[in-house]
């Protein structure tokens, strides 16, 4: 399963890396897209959807919504941040779903068309998130909240494996330790710090960058519960089996849908700070 993972991972990484780099905006929203939607396919077994048309219609709408969004954020750029505003406070509530799961209270919705709602606040809005900034800052940018995502699931994975033994929510996803959020929050602090230094920024904003990328990752754990939540509703191991050694595409980018919003917002909230 590692070797797969690693396979994957040394495989996909420079590709996104490049794409990033060497795409106009338009470019990579399209190429972006395409995962947003392989993971609404998902999102409609999830929300209970067997046949592939049914799946298929619900991609269809969520890439209306991506198409709506790109619209806001070319003609309508202020509204971005009441959009990622919104949608904060979606995982504010999720944090509280996670929480009462954990406690023995079940308050996931069980209608499929909820769910699906759920699904459109889950993945469109961590789309325009990337794409906003992607487009209004350096590309280098975007390659810092990847890496500091991924530096963060390592370190989460290979700490948690090694040394974790209290479990963090283990109704919801019994691997996860506090231990690995330790980890979780030493790599990619060290990473955000090592960014900041590279980036020359004073130690008064260093601090408070450093205090962004941890609630960024915090809030990327929750979002890959809050898929565990789901799928521990309907009983699936992985959302998909596209990627070997990872799942499906939900499961990859799960934590990208919840810390995208969170990590633009304290940008625009910020202003000129970095």
Known sequence: MLKHRLITAAILIPLIIFSVLLLPTPYFAMLTSLFILLGAYEWGNLCGWQSYFSRITYASTIALSLAASY???????????????ITCLWWLIALYWVWRYQQGYDL???????KAGLGLLVLSPAWLALIHLHQHYERHWVIFLLILIWTADSGAY???????KRKLAAKVSPG????????ALITSGLVAVLYALLQQMTWSTLLIFLAICLLTVLVSILGDLVESLFKRQMDIKDSGQILPGHGGILDRI???TAATPVFVLSLLLLGNLF
């Open 71 to 85: 619209y806001t954020l070319l003609y309508f750029p202020e509204i971005t941040i009441i959009l990622l505003t």
């Open 108 to 114: 996931l919705p069980t209608i499929p068309w909820l």
């Open 158 to 164: 290979f700490i948690g494996k090694k040394w974790g």
């Open 176 to 183: 996860k330790t506090f231990e690995g959020v330790l980890g």
């Open 254 to 256: 799960d934590s990208l």
